[in-house]
């Protein structure tokens, strides 16, 4: 019995003495530099961090934003009934400049104007004069408009055979042509998707087809600026159209959330590129 007592006496002995040594070997102090202690401050005396670092305005959410319109009316004059290049005074009157932001288009804004449609000849193509792009599904298939806006021009106009020209809110005119049959006529206000038209081959045209294009006053420019032809989907990006001498150069110009809510306001119709946002790389 006292043999079993001496043994428990020692069992006891040796947890105790291994118990010490583990609790001193965790509060002796490990090596500490000064660079350490100067990084972690008492928890009490972090800063709390200053609410005025937030430097960028958040960004609106796109598709639901609330956009101005252009004041365009039916009003045409004679020309602009009878031609398709005709410049728009009001457009560029007031600056140099006109930026429309794709991005803001929401999708019940916009249609592709003939679904489904391929392109069988892009703009400019190998000799640079072709001022459209054809696209082709089948003889009499529904042409839609673009987006909304108010029809300047339906007629049969030479080598464009029965065109349809439409003046929209956000700046563009875009046009529909070698229709089988136009849908509208001058001053009517169509919405985007309307039918505007029926394919065909009239005028100067080989096989039935939409030959479509986009102008910005008066003048046409790339229809691959405005949609992904492939997709057939609207880009995203931001067309800058430029008055330089008599002509508009039209860039399409990638442009960051934070500057969309802060140098635009909000807002992709008509706005006038002012000295503020023309740090945007163009
Ligand atoms: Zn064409």
Redesign the pocket.
């Known amino acids: 019995m006292p043999k079993i007592y001496s043994y428990i006496l020692s069992f006891i002995t040796l947890i105790t003495l291994s118990t010490c040594s583990s609790v001193l070997s965790v509060q002796s102090p490990l090596p500490v530099t000064a660079q350490e202690v100067a990084i972690a401050p008492p928890a009490s005396e972090v800063p709390l961090p200053k609410v005025d670092y937030i430097f960028l305005p958040p960004a609106p959410e796109l598709g639901k934003t609330e956009y101005a319109r252009k004041d365009i009316t039916e009003d045409f004059s004679l020309r602009e009934k009878a031609d398709i290049a005709v410049p728009d005074p009001k457009l560029l009157a007031n600056d140099n400049s006109l930026v429309i932001d794709l991005a803001l288009i929401t999708e019940e804004d916009y249609a592709f104007p003939l679904p489904g449609a391929k392109v069988i ?1 892009p703009y400019a193509g190998r000799r640079r004069h ?5 696209l082709k599904t089948c003889a009499n298939d529904t042409i839609v408009a673009a987006f909304d806006g108010i029809v300047r021009m339906a007629k049969p106009y030479a080598a464009y055979g029965n065109v349809v020209v439409i003046r929209h809110y956000n700046g563009l005119e875009t046009v529909y ?2 229709n089988s049959k136009n849908l509208v006529k001058v001053g009517e206000r169509v919405k985007a998707g309307d039918p505007v038209g029926l394919t065909g081959r009239t005028g100067r045209a080989t096989t039935e ?1 939409l ?1 479509f294009e986009v102008r910005i006053n008066g003048q046409h420019f790339d229809p691959n600026k405005v949609f992904d032809l492939e997709k057939r989907k609207l880009h995203t990006t931001c067309l800058v159209a430029t008055k330089t001498g008599r002509n508009i150069a039209v860039k399409a110009v990638d442009i960051l959330p934070h500057q969309r809510a802060g140098e635009y306001q909000y807002s992709y119709v008509g706005i006038p590129v002012s000295d503020k946002n023309k740090k945007i790389n163009l």
């Open positions: 000849s072709h001022s459209g792009v054809d042509s070698h087809h030959h």
